[in-house]
């Protein structure tokens, strides 16, 4: 069984958008904003205050927002780290 990767920190650079640092060492920035632009379920991160306040999972497997064990809105570290990965190849291939 492959091992999920861990988030050690998450850091807000702009509404919207994460600086995500992996306890392997790998950081990344991960832009949300097409994601949270829709759905009802994103309105509490829509609200830059709300954004803000993103925290990491106790064991790394996820960020979230709210409180953990009942979180109003919460992204796996697996996802996140293809997400960061997947961006950064767009930017690196547009510039």
């Known amino acids: ?8 920190s998450a850091e807000p650079v702009i509404h919207g958008v994460l600086k995500l640092t992996f306890l ?11 994601i949270m632009a829709e759905g009802e379920i994103f309105a509490y991160i829509r609200d830059p205050a709300g954004f803000r306040s993103v925290r990491v999972e106790s064991y790394g497997h996820s960020i979230y927002w709210g409180e953990e064990g009942n979180e ?7 996802s996140l780290r293809q997400r960061a990965i997947r961006q950064a190849e767009i930017l690196r291939l547009a510039s």
Do not use: C, N, T
Not at 1 to 7: A, D, F, G, Q, V
Not at 72 to 78: A, N
């Open 24 to 34: 392997d060492g790998y950081e990344g920035i991960v832009d949300l904003r097409g």
């Open 1 to 8: 069984m492959k091992e999920l990767p861990r988030i050690a």
């Open 72 to 78: 109003e809105v919460d992204f796996g570290s697996d």
